[in-house]
């Protein structure tokens, strides 16, 4: 079986940095990309950048460029999404998702709460 | 960005009725030479993660009720419940991929 697994939840005060992270299993790790998305507290899917694991070929939203670091380590089957300094505005759920070889995301992983607060 | 733009925001139906959401892309995300939409249907229900359920405009995922149907071309788009049933509520999010830089609408909250 597909599978994605996120990190837990995360409470975090502004400038802190934040590493989270999603293990794949159940397919080859390296030969599909993996994306994140961000979901702010009630509101749409915001599609954030994708990263191919297998040789770390890495692409983002203009909006989330300089924002946040996208990466990968394919030995251990992970993804991360990492922040230097948070900010308030970074609280949100975040979705990393498989690309499907049809171009969708056609897997999912179960989100991560970030909420950043003083 | 290719902007999509989805239409009703939110969309009340009763059930057995027949709900229509909308989607139109800023430019076409129809792929010359393979004659395919990259685009995509999601449904996300409270509390969980979206479900992809449309991709190509109009090829169901696997395990997807044959009640939900897509279409459209170019750059409008169309997703159709035939019958609504009470676990069809949540929000749906078309989605382009024809770019690299993907992008998603701003989603659809159907309700009964």
């Known amino acids: 079986e597909v599978q994605l697994v996120q990190s837990g939840a995360e409470v975090k005060k502004p400038g802190e940095s934040l590493k989270i992270s999603c293990k794949g299993s159940g397919y080859s790790f390296t030969t599909y990309w993996i994306g994140w998305v961000r979901q702010m507290p009630g509101k749409g899917l915001e599609w954030m950048g994708i990263?191919?694991?297998?040789?770390?070929?890495?692409r983002y939203s203009p909006s989330f460029q300089g924002q946040v670091t996208i990466s990968a380590d394919k030995s251990i089957s992970t993804a991360y999404l990492q922040w230097s300094s948070l900010k308030a505005s970074d609280t949100a759920i975040y979705y990393c998702a498989r690309v499907a070889s049809t171009g969708p995301f056609d897997t999912w992983g179960q989100g991560t709460l970030v909420t950043v607060s003083s | 960005d290719i902007v999509m733009t989805q239409s009703p925001d939110s969309l009340a139906v009763s059930l057995g009725e027949r709900a229509t959401i909308n989607c139109k892309s800023s430019q076409s995300v129809l792929y010359s030479s393979n004659n395919k939409n990259f685009l995509a249907w999601y449904q996300q229900k409270p509390g969980q993660p979206p479900k992809l359920i449309i991709y190509w405009a109009s090829t169901r995922e696997s395990g997807v009720p044959d009640r939900f149907s897509g279409s459209g071309s170019g750059t409008e788009f169309t997703l159709t419940i035939s019958s609504l049933q009470a676990e069809d509520v949540a929000v749906y999010y078309c989605?382009?991929?024809?770019?690299?830089?993907?992008?998603f609408g701003q989603g659809t909250k159907l309700e009964i």
């Open positions: 990263i191919y694991p297998g040789d770390s070929d890495t």
């Open positions: 989605q382009q991929y024809y770019s690299t830089l993907s992008t």
